[in-house]
């Protein structure tokens, strides 16, 4: 073995991300009831079924007359029948007299303006206006006015929102079409691990890595399966042959570093596996590998808590959004409000607490025992990226964040 | 029915509030399974099981020697052996000699630091140190350092995420108990509603609400169920009699205005429940009912699509937040980055899309078609709080906003 230079193989973390972005996949697309599709994105087109709204819809509590009469200064109106929401359109006989309509009824034929109770006094069957300040079409939602039938209301490569809950189902998609998600199996090793209801001893610890990975995918939607495997050359090579088959990405936590034991990348290879990096010039996070199988993709994590932890946020959140047709570039930025020395030349993902003050989103640096410590994220909203290249980053800069809770 | 003044009933946005956060309920606490755990409160204190790290944790892979002899001058080292992660612990029988040991193992006995395979040469079992910078217990992660055993690492009322998982996982917490949800019923009224799977009468419109409401709901971890009944008032009565019994909260959406058929403030004042408030002075929403009979909740939002949504996240979501033991205070500030006029003296949420620049957050108004247009959600991203009492909302102003996607 011979002396590494530290930047041995090393690229930078833009070059890691440029290479993960230019190796998406597309999972298809599967159609769901649409009750289910919260932050699933949607992969078509939804059209207005009909004008929005679909017919001159009455949008105060009160009575309905012609505009004409009211022109004609006419004050009193008998009131000749009701329109509740939901009953078929009723016509007003006598142009003189009014209709009681009530919020979300179809505007009765043969008038055009609403008067709100609070401003009418009804006696004897008689509404009398206590207003002066009246306008054609007012209170009334005209038919078509926010869409027109067939317009495009919601547009493919949306992620659904409740807002677009309410959308589908006023147009009437029961099922909608989103983008599949992709097959994902989480794969620990290490021999030191044991199951979280096991007691470890003195030398093993429990098993984490997965658990954290599985509630980090499902913050996307993405449902996972995990497997563990020891550190077992020959056993792994078998049996990630067999994953190769059954899943679209691997994502596995910990042996791609220099250790005797680290055997994931040379198994990998083994196997075909194109190393498309090995080895990103970060903290946490350095010995990150990632690889192509023609249409599999596996992310190798560093088995370290918090290296594992970041790499999942900053590397497969970005390739799975763009994968599925979301925005994946990282707009949001924070103020760093204290002076921060990191001297090592590689990108250093700060833990950080996130403050708004009057609007501007300061990052406080919350130090920890070093990107081992699991326990110090507790007290940190983020992840705020130093770019390598400085020793000093200066309180008052501007970094972007990656937010996890 | 005589002419209402238009602050006639109305109390303030602050005041609504008031009541409701003084109005919330305890429902308990739930033992479940740790990985389902995401996004609910925790209500216990987790404690260390045990050290963290639980022993001397090598931290890099390397060689590991005693820093005695190191102080010596001692530049050549005779490997011994090898301390995998994952077994029990060995000790070096010559103090001049070295280990090889990785990542995640326990450090050997009779040796305290740790070089890298990147700062030795390893020849004939012989590795020579191609460095002079050491450090007394460099690359191990001392035990205990994180953490002691039996300190309190997560605590009560801490929103898990997944690096709360991680933790969880970390110490053995198998079973964790959370806050216990209450059992909401979203209920629908109004003759006008269809199924989303139905096809419409020109006078018709879908029932789209209550899905927004499942779906609002989904996001804080509550499962909801949904019901409709028609505008009549016996049965309206009899049916909520039973509902009171089975849920903890009932949220109604529409029959709360002025309107002939608008029974729910009557039928559930003849249930014995108590109103807290009724009409708050805000647009949307200005018809939100609010009130309790004894341990149950009864928020009862106007049926305007944007009205419900907006009164939902505005209140709704606190309530629940200081029910579980979470903060409930809005803390998120945006600047308006545009003049916007509004003359009614109600307080407005207006619709906004969110920009962050060089870490401040603009809100940009995304003008609609008036309240009852749930398609302009589709581009916009919060809620601007924009409170009553002015015309006039300058360019540069700070308020707070309400985020939903």
């Known amino acids: 073995?011979?002396?590494c230079d530290v930047s041995d193989g090393l690229i930078s973390v833009p070059q890691a991300t440029e290479i993960i972005l230019n190796n998406i996949e597309d999972f298809g697309v599967e159609e769901i009831p649409f009750i289910q599709s919260v932050?699933?994105?949607l992969k078509e087109n939804?059209?207005?079924?009909r004008d929005f709204p679909p017919f001159n819809r009455v949008?105060?509590?009160?009575?309905?007359?012609?505009?004409?009469e009211f022109e004609k200064g006419r004050k009193q109106f008998k009131i000749e029948g009701i329109q509740p929401a939901g009953t078929p359109q009723i016509t007003v006989r006598n142009p003189e007299n009014c209709v009681e309509v009530m919020t979300g009824a179809i505007l009765p034929k043969g008038v055009d303006i609403v008067i709100p109770y609070e401003l009418i006094n009804i006696d004897n069957g008689i509404a009398t206006l206590q207003t002066e300040a009246i306008k054609f079409f007012q209170n009334v939602h005209k038919k078509g006015k926010d869409r027109k039938q067939n317009e495009i209301i919601l547009r493919e490569n949306t992620r659904i929102s409740p807002a677009e809950i309410g959308v589908l189902a006023t147009v009437g998609k029961a099922k909608v079409k989103v983008a599949k998600n992709p097959r994902v199996l989480i794969v620990s090793?290490?021999?030191e691990l044991v199951e979280v209801n096991q007691n470890p001893l003195s030398h093993q610890i429990r098993r984490s890595n997965v658990y954290t990975l599985v509630s980090l995918l499902e913050k996307l939607k993405i449902e996972t399966k995990t497997?563990?495997?020891?550190d077992d050359k020959e056993n792994l090579r078998k049996t990630i042959k067999n994953l190769l088959q059954d899943y679209d990405v691997l994502l596995f936590s910990g042996a791609v570093s220099k250790g005797k034991f680290d055997f994931i990348p040379d198994v990998l290879a083994d196997l075909g596996v194109q190393k498309l990096f090995h080895r990103v010039s970060q903290r946490p996070g350095k010995p990150f590998w990632f690889g192509k199988k023609e249409r599999k993709t596996i992310f190798a994590f560093p088995g370290n808590p918090v290296s594992t932890f970041v790499s999942c946020l900053r590397y497969f959140y970005p390739w799975f959004y763009k994968s599925v047709g979301l925005e994946y570039e990282n707009k949001h930025f924070a103020v760093l409000d204290s002076d921060y020395v990191f001297k090592s030349d590689l990108t250093y993902f700060l833990q950080v607490k996130l403050t708004n003050k009057n609007g501007t989103i300061y990052a406080t640096p919350i130090t920890g025992h070093g990107s081992g410590d699991l326990a110090n994220l507790v007290d940190v909203d983020a992840f705020l990226e130093l770019p390598?290249?400085?020793n000093l980053y200066p309180k008052g800069s501007i970094y972007k964040y990656i937010k996890f809770r």
């Open 39 to 41: 932050h699933r994105v």
């Open 46 to 49: 939804i059209l207005a079924d």
């Open 189 to 191: 090793t290490g021999d």
């Open 59 to 68: 949008s105060m509590d009160g009575i309905a007359i012609a505009f004409t």
């Open 227 to 230: 497997i563990h495997i020891n």
């Open 388 to 390: 390598k290249g400085q």
């Open 1 to 3: 073995m011979s002396i």
